[in-house]
């Protein structure tokens, strides 16, 4: 599938994310390759996750930039079964604060919605300012998505959570904004590429998806291998491997480059303890 063209400067980099303009995939790009990369990107808009990852794998793009986790509600299950069924790694990370917006036509007041459209991560997000008003709650596949539907189909009686950029873009009003539950919100994007990162100066970090089986103390000794090397563990994630029963994958991440000298032993030691390991990339720490 071809993305949507957003940005068609003499860019020296294409970039995908999900979504359509003023989603927060695509502030994540901004964020990441103009404001700390300085380069501007040619982005691409694609449909799904699944799309992005595509996108990257078939070269169709450089690089792929998908949301991981969000502070409230947690790990991005579809992102972490892609991370585990391609061959591709996590060449960088960016924190990105999300301010939600409830939206709508002008001229429109909050008595008037009666329907709420949003990404079903969005709407758990604002779960507690949703159960204050009388609407009906619908799942969409984007955040900005949502509001580009509201415009174009001049949905009235109907409001979509989404950031301010998509207000803008698609002309809707704010009805109310800062409605998330938490309100130090952020999401924390990764970026997708075909070639791990060699090593590099700064404070890197390191994932890996390691397969167990719950029916022996396979988990107990993996991490013992990471204690017995002093290596700060930051993060586990756990999804089933969907290829054998009770086999599961704890996606973990920990200081350090996988090229470390320490790391390349402790990883030969969890060689042992595994039914597999596959490393997903070593990339410069945004959190």
């Given at each position: 599938m071809?993305?949507?063209?957003?940005?068609?400067?003499?860019?020296?980099?294409?970039?995908?994310?999900?979504g359509v303009r003023g989603a927060f995939g695509e502030e994540a790009v901004c964020a990441y390759f103009e404001q700390e990369m300085g380069t501007q990107p040619e982005k691409y808009a694609y449909h799904s996750f699944a799309d992005v990852f595509a996108a990257v794998v078939a070269g169709t793009v450089e690089y792929g930039v998908v949301?991981?986790?969000?502070?409230?509600?947690?790990?991005?299950?579809?992102?972490?079964?892609?991370?585990?069924?391609?061959?591709l790694f996590i060449v960088g990370e960016i924190n990105l604060p999300i301010n939600q917006c409830l939206m709508c036509l002008p001229g429109q007041r909050l008595g008037d919605i009666k329907r709420v459209l949003s990404h079903p991560q969005a709407l758990a997000q604002c779960e507690e300012y949703l159960?204050?008003?009388?609407v009906e709650v619908s799942a969409a596949y984007n955040t900005a998505g949502s509001a580009k539907v509201i415009r174009e189909e001049s949905l009235r009686n109907t409001a979509a959570i989404a950031g301010k950029q998509a207000a803008e873009l698609?002309?809707?009003?704010?009805?109310?904004?800062?409605?998330?539950t938490i309100k130090d919100n952020y999401t924390r994007f990764i970026v997708l590429g075909r070639v791990p990162l060699p090593c590099f100066a700064g404070e890197a970090k390191t994932m890996l998806a390691v397969a167990v089986d719950q029916r022996q103390d396979a988990l107990s000794r993996c991490l013992a291998v990471f204690a017995a090397h002093s290596l700060p563990l930051l993060r586990v994630e756990t999804r089933p491997s969907r290829?054998?029963?009770w086999e599961y994958i704890f996606f973990l991440e920990f200081a350090g480059h996988y090229e470390d000298p320490c790391i390349r032993s402790a990883l030969a030691d969890l060689?042992?303890?595994?039914?597999?390991?596959?490393?997903?990339?070593?990339?410069l720490r945004a959190i």
């Amino acid at each position: 599938m071809n993305g949507e063209v957003l940005m068609s400067a003499s860019a020296t980099l294409t970039v995908a994310f999900q979504g359509v303009r003023g989603a927060f995939g695509e502030e994540a790009v901004c964020a990441y390759f103009e404001q700390e990369m300085g380069t501007q990107p040619e982005k691409y808009a694609y449909h799904s996750f699944a799309d992005v990852f595509a996108a990257v794998v078939a070269g169709t793009v450089e690089y792929g930039v998908v949301p991981l986790e969000n502070s409230q509600t947690g790990g991005i299950d579809e992102v972490y079964d892609l991370l585990n069924r391609h061959e591709l790694f996590i060449v960088g990370e960016i924190n990105l604060p999300i301010n939600q917006c409830l939206m709508c036509l002008p001229g429109q007041r909050l008595g008037d919605i009666k329907r709420v459209l949003s990404h079903p991560q969005a709407l758990a997000q604002c779960e507690e300012y949703l159960q204050t008003l009388d609407v009906e709650v619908s799942a969409a596949y984007n955040t900005a998505g949502s509001a580009k539907v509201i415009r174009e189909e001049s949905l009235r009686n109907t409001a979509a959570i989404a950031g301010k950029q998509a207000a803008e873009l698609y002309q809707l009003e704010i009805l109310a904004s800062n409605i998330q539950t938490i309100k130090d919100n952020y999401t924390r994007f990764i970026v997708l590429g075909r070639v791990p990162l060699p090593c590099f100066a700064g404070e890197a970090k390191t994932m890996l998806a390691v397969a167990v089986d719950q029916r022996q103390d396979a988990l107990s000794r993996c991490l013992a291998v990471f204690a017995a090397h002093s290596l700060p563990l930051l993060r586990v994630e756990t999804r089933p491997s969907r290829q054998h029963a009770w086999e599961y994958i704890f996606f973990l991440e920990f200081a350090g480059h996988y090229e470390d000298p320490c790391i390349r032993s402790a990883l030969a030691d969890l060689a042992s303890t595994t039914s597999r390991h596959k490393f997903l990339g070593s990339f410069l720490r945004a959190i």
